[in-house]
């Protein structure tokens, strides 16, 4: 199993960013896909989630409206389209696989690896 995240980088204040998520070795379309953030010295905490088919989300309130997570079950990837960010938003940004749509970390089978944005001017 690999889950494997591209798309990171350096950003300024109100820019954007498209992370990536590319999974392999499970059968993807029967997981439900999440991303999540872990910034220093600060618990790792859930950014969003979608549904095996995608047709439910979920977002945490500090990215709605900023954030969108998406999915192509045929290209087993994960997306999560990031705007307008601000410099709270630094952290690595993990994407993860799991059989329930929960907000639980410890409920998530596979994780990826992580990759670092920072929001900075």
């Known amino acids: 199993v690999q889950l494997v995240e591209s798309g990171g980088g350096l950003v300024q204040p109100g820019g954007s960013l498209r992370l990536s998520c590319a999974a392999s070795?499970?059968?993807?379309?029967?997981?439900?896909m999440g991303w999540f953030r872990q910034a220093p010295g600060k618990e790792r905490e859930i950014v969003a989630l979608i549904s095996m088919n995608g047709g439910s989300t979920y977002s945490i309130d500090s990215v709605k409206g900023r954030f969108t997570i998406s999915r192509d079950n045929a290209k087993n990837t994960v997306y999560l389209q990031m705007n307008s960010l601000k410099p709270e938003d630094t952290a690595v940004y993990y994407c993860?696989?799991?059989?329930?749509?929960?907000?639980?970390?410890?409920?998530?089978?596979?994780w990826g690896q992580g990759t670092q944005v920072t929001v900075s001017s």
């Open positions: 070795g499970f059968t993807f379309s029967s997981y439900v």
């Open positions: 993860a696989a799991g059989k329930y749509m929960v907000t639980t970390l410890s409920w998530y089978d596979y």
